[in-house]
């Protein structure tokens, strides 16, 4: 299966995943939690799968995975090394943090915890904070590490046929999967520091991003073609 197929296959999954996440029921009691737990590391073991996949068709052709023809031209403007760029995990916590608050504001000045991701404690803030320092401190060093890859680019072509391409194009496969552990650590991390409940909320959100955007890019792909 190309990788173009899989990542047809592997959408649609998310799309069915995040519908069981959004049909869960909120935690009433501590014993709720192991069920939610468990769609959690389902999703997340989905994700841990399209990485898993793309890192093989990387061996194969990574440059393919930059132009990725499966994306549409908007996905594609948002890239960072061939994905999105972790840091948007961060903007995407604090901005949903921050409408789910507003929007309870009332319940928690009266004592009243949602339990939700307007609810995250100060340890937790703290823990998201030092997280997204050390996340863009690594997205800085393969950004570093990518401009150096293109810098040699004239030493690319110089090559030719030269058997030293596969190495450059091998050097481009590394930064390319350094990205991609950065981009499923920081997912990983994020869930791991939110409660059950906040988890999901989390995943959902995430995914309606991702939904959100290609559904935008696919539709304005297709006006352009009309």
Not at 28 to 34: E, I, M
Not at 98 to 105: D, G, K, L, Q, T
Not at 108 to 125: P, W
Not at 130 to 155: M, P
Request: proline content about 3%; charged content about 20%.
């Amino acid at each position: 299966m190309s990788f173009h197929r899989f990542y047809a296959s592997w959408f649609d999954h998310l799309n069915h995943l995040v519908h069981q996440l959004t049909l869960a029921p909120k935690p009433t009691t501590p014993q709720d939690n192991p069920a939610l737990l468990q769609l959690v590391q389902k999703v997340i073991s989905h994700y841990s799968q399209y990485y898993r996949a793309k890192s093989v068709a990387a061996q194969n052709d990574a440059v393919s995975l930059f132009a990725a023809p499966w994306s549409s031209s908007l996905e594609r403007s948002l890239h960072w090394v061939a994905g999105w760029r972790p840091t948007i995990v961060f903007h995407l916590i604090y901005t949903e943090t921050s409408a789910r608050f507003e929007s309870h504001i009332a319940d928690i000045l009266h004592g009243v915890r949602t339990g939700d991701l307007g609810d995250l404690s100060t340890a937790q803030l703290h823990r998201v904070s030092e997280l997204q320092c050390e996340t863009v401190r690594e997205e800085n060093e393969i950004t570093s590490e990518l401009a150096k890859w293109q810098e040699g680019a004239v030493e690319l072509v110089e090559a030719g046929g030269d058997g030293n391409v596969e190495e450059k194009i091998g050097g481009l496969m590394s930064v390319l999967v350094k990205a991609d552990e950065l981009r499923m650590r920081t997912i990983w991390r994020v869930a791991e520091m939110l409660t059950p409940q906040q988890a999901v909320e989390f995943l959902i959100a995430a995914a309606e991003l991702q939904f959100g955007v290609r559904v935008l890019g696919l539709n304005h792909d297709n006006q352009r073609e009309k």
